[in-house]
């Protein structure tokens, strides 16, 4: 059995992980020369670890950093206002919450699509870097790739990010993304340098490690920290409103913004003109690659991530604002119920009496009903966290939110007040099993069906 995957970043690399270990065929298609990840550090909160500790994913080697966890202080003078600690997360979730420099992240998950010779994983993936994807027919799993060529599979995964192209293929229709009219600097910094800074390292000395967020409330600016890297590298990003860009006439114009460049360091200062000078100090000690600026976009939900023999996952089918760091931990956990619903197609489908034709026929069948199963087990999960996410700090408090989150979820919330994450929100976002549930819910739909009833 073929899969193909549109898109190499760290939900394509995932699912391309799980589909490997599923047993399928997995063949990777990049528009890049070399995916390199845009961003700078990235957390994943048990939901995603669990699945990359089952994966065999070396967090040695990637320099991971617990985050044990989260302090917002005032802008103003980096005072404490509140914080939520949570050292026993592992014990309490089953596995840690995790920091990584992205391209660490992202270097690991290639490592295991591609290793060779590993027993019980299947076949490296092939990842075909520079080959960009023109269009893709859902219904039949057929992808057409510049120059012509037309490749057919029997499973299509899309994940090639929020500005996805293939995204109207999948829907019918055009569905960009919004300006949310936010916007987050990202940078990094030597930990060395902070800490040489006697007024910024009472921030972080003896304090458990973890998210410290700033918060200034005239301006509406969140500058969150951590650290990553074996706790060497200090991570910021900085939520802001974007500033309009000026037209001819003067008025503004953000749809001729580009999502993502670079930012003068002047500009980055005056946004953050009412924090404690030792705060602004880490602006000038910007690594060699800069200050970068992401215009942070949404889009509705999505009613359903699944079409004929092909699936949305990652930034794809729902494209998050940074509040609970939950993108690509919703992203990891959709793959590893990929891995779950698929290890067992192919032989599944070689029961069927009658030769290859037969054989097909019930592939497909079966192919169609494991992403029905898929569907009704991620649209759930993926739109709450990204409408929660997207609500920013104020959460439930936004009028007509929980009536919009109850179209797809009916599981238990965190109370209205609760802060992102909170301990509230910690346990429904984070302190969940989903190929336990994949696993729960195959059974269940099978023993429907040998009972003679509808799954």
Request: with cysteine.
């Amino acid at each position: 059995m073929a899969a193909g995957i549109v898109g190499a970043g760290i939900a394509g690399l995932s699912a391309a992980i799980a589909l490997r270990r599923a047993g399928l065929e997995v063949e990777v298609y990049e528009r890049s020369e070399f995916k390199n990840e845009i961003g700078a550090a990235i957390s994943t909160p048990p939901n995603a670890t669990a699945a990359l500790r089952r994966w065999g994913f070396d967090f040695v080697a990637a320099q991971t950093v617990p985050n044990l966890s989260t302090r917002y202080a005032a802008a103003e003078d980096l005072g404490t206002v509140s914080e939520s600690r949570y050292e026993d997360i592992e014990d309490v979730m089953g596995s840690p919450c995790l920091s990584f420099h992205r391209v660490d992240l992202h270097g690991g998950l290639r490592a295991l699509a591609t290793e060779e010779g590993v027993e019980g994983k299947g076949k490296p993936v092939a990842i075909h870097l520079g080959c960009e994807v023109l269009s893709v027919d859902c219904e039949n799993g057929v992808l057409e790739l510049a120059g012509g060529r037309r490749v057919r599979k029997d499973l299509i995964i899309i994940a090639d990010g929020a500005h996805s192209k293939l995204l109207a293929d999948f829907l019918g229709y055009q569905a960009p993304v919004q300006p949310t009219g936010r916007s987050i600097y990202r940078w990094l910094v030597s930990m060395d340098e902070v800490m040489a800074d006697p007024e910024l390292a009472t921030q972080y000395r003896d304090e458990l490690p973890g998210f410290l967020g700033w918060f200034d409330a005239q301006k509406h600016i969140l500058w969150v920290t951590y650290t990553c890297r074996g706790g060497t590298v200090l991570n910021n990003a900085v939520v802001h409103d974007t500033a309009a860009p000026q037209n001819k006439e003067g008025a503004g114009n953000e749809k001729d913004i580009s999502w993502h460049a670079l930012a003068a360091t002047d500009t980055v200062l005056a946004t953050l003109s009412n924090f404690h000078p030792a705060a602004r100090q880490i602006v000038s000690m910007a690594s060699e690659d800069g200050i970068i600026e992401h215009r942070l976009f949404h889009r509705p939900p999505l009613e359903s991530f699944v079409r004929g023999r092909t699936a949305v996952i990652g930034d794809t089918a729902h494209v998050m604002m940074p509040t609970h760091a939950a993108g690509a931990a919703i992203a990891i956990e959709s793959a590893s119920v990929l891995e779950v619903l698929f290890r067992d197609v192919e032989s599944q489908s070689r029961n069927a009496t009658g030769g290859e034709e037969a054989f097909d026929v019930e592939k497909e069948h079966i192919i169609k009903e494991r992403l029905r199963l898929f569907d009704k087990l991620r649209i759930p999960r993926c739109n709450l966290t990204m409408i929660v996410s997207n609500a920013g700090p104020e959460g439930l408090h936004r009028p007509g939110l929980e009536q919009e989150i109850r179209r797809f979820y009916h599981g238990p919330l965190p109370p209205s007040d609760a802060l992102p994450w909170s301990d509230e929100f910690r346990e429904v976002l984070f302190h969940h099993d989903a190929s336990l549930e994949a696993e729960q819910a195959l059974r269940n739909g099978t023993s429907a069906k040998e009972n003679g009833k509808d799954s």
